[in-house]
């Protein structure tokens, strides 16, 4: 289960992030994009954040996910594709082999939702 190891990471990187600043924040809510070829589950991440977080700076902070599909581009046809995840990755036009991955691979926080502490 990769998702632990990627939601310590998360934690790390917005810990960081949360340190770094110069006045005292709460943060509400941790929007994520999450590639539908990074092959992660939204919802073992989503548990392991709960789980990882309680008890901490983190606890009751709400993890919003936005999946992002897999979209290939094909050079021979000149378009678009969205290739079916363990099924077919070639181009369902011509046939050839996914070389140009323009969108699924994502994997980052998109933006952090926060007010301040007075």
């Given amino acids: ?3 632990t190891d990627m939601t310590k990471a998360l934690i790390m990187t917005v810990r960081d992030w949360y340190d770094s600043q110069p006045e005292k924040l709460k943060i509400e809510k941790i929007h994520l994009m999450v590639g539908e070829f990074t092959c992660v ?4 991440l989503q ?6 977080t309680a ?9 919003a996910i ?3 599909p897999l ?6 046809c000149q378009k678009d ?4 995840i363990g099924q077919q990755y070639s181009c369902p036009t011509c046939r050839s082999p996914m ?3 323009r969108s699924g691979r994502e994997l980052k926080i998109d933006h952090i939702e926060y007010s301040l502490l007075f």
């Fill in 99 to 101: 070389e140009d991955i």
């Fill in 41 to 44: 589950e939204p919802v073992s």
């Fill in 81 to 84: 594709y969205q290739p079916q």
């Fill in 71 to 76: 979209i290939a581009y094909c050079h021979c």
């Fill in 66 to 68: 936005k999946n992002i």
């Fill in 55 to 63: 008890n901490t700076f983190l606890a009751g902070v709400e993890l």
């Fill in 1 to 3: 289960m990769h998702e």
């Fill in 47 to 52: 548990f392991a954040f709960e789980v990882q």
